[in-house]
């Protein structure tokens, strides 16, 4: 079965970093994309991140409001992904989902997220 | 950036009723290769978002195919033949034919 399941989130003061896990399990990870999105409270989903898998070029790309500050990274057992952010802002404060990404050559699909993370950036 | 513009912003109905929601992206959706990047999600109260629909008209593994989306170009549709309980919820389209990816203000669901 696909799980994907996120933690790392908490209460962190403006200026400060944090690293959100993603660990995955029931598929490679190498053979999917990941993406994270976020949702501040009350709000709607913002999409903050993409990785294509490694058969679609690997790249990585992050939303504007972020790029510079957070990174992608992955575990060289490939079970977890990362979500490393610095110089965090109040605006960042939402839920963050991973989601598993899948590219094939008829369809893209978000299939599998997680069941998200709280991050509090407040004083 | 695209933006996606969804309308109504909220639906209140009663059982067995049909519902449409409209989705108009900026400029087109349709890639190079051809494909239309275009999906639905629902996220239900206290959960996360769930995919409904993928490639505009895709309907995901085991959603009921009482959810039927189409569209093409800049205009897209997610009906519902029969509205249900279970249907209650926060519906988004999503662009994703170029980053930033961008998504719907959603549409609020609910049941009288």
């Known amino acids: 079965e696909v799980h994907l399941e996120e933690s790392g989130g908490g209460l962190v003061q403006p200026g400060r970093s944090l690293r959100l896990s993603c660990r995955v399990s029931?598929?490679?990870?190498?053979?999917?994309?990941l993406t994270w999105f976020r949702q501040p409270p009350g709000k709607g989903l913002e999409w903050v991140s993409l990785?294509?898998?490694?058969?679609?070029?690997?790249?990585?790309l992050y939303a504007a409001s972020v790029q510079g500050r957070f990174s992608f990274l992955r575990s060289d057992s490939n079970t977890n992904a990362y979500l490393q952010m610095n110089s965090l802002k109040p605006e960042d404060t939402a839920i963050y989902f991973c989601?598993?990404?899948?590219?094939?050559?008829?369809?893209?699909?978000?299939?599998?997220w997680g069941q998200g993370t709280l991050v509090t950036v407040s004083s | 950036d695209i933006v996606m513009t969804q309308t109504p912003l909220s639906l209140s109905l009663t059982p067995g009723q049909p519902a449409s929601i409209s989705c108009r992206s900026s400029?087109?959706?349709?890639?190079?290769?051809?494909?239309?990047?275009l999906s639905w999600f629902l996220q239900k109260p206290g959960q996360s978002p769930q995919l409904l629909i993928h490639?505009?008209?895709n309907r995901f593994s085991g959603v009921s195919d009482r959810f039927s989306g189409s569209g093409s170009g800049t205009v897209y549709t997610l009906k519902i033949s029969r509205v249900e309980a279970e249907d209650v919820g926060l519906y988004y389209c999503?662009?994703?034919?170029?980053?930033?990816?961008?998504f719907g203000q959603g549409t609020k669901v609910e049941i009288k």
């Open positions: 989601t598993r990404w899948t590219q094939t050559g008829t369809s893209t699909r978000f299939d599998s």
């Open positions: 029931g598929f490679t990870f190498v053979d999917y994309g």
């Open positions: 990785t294509r898998s490694n058969s679609y070029g690997g790249e990585t």
């Open positions: 400029q087109s959706l349709v890639y190079s290769d051809g494909k239309t990047y």
């Open positions: 490639g505009v008209s």
């Open positions: 999503m662009q994703h034919v170029e980053a930033p990816w961008t």
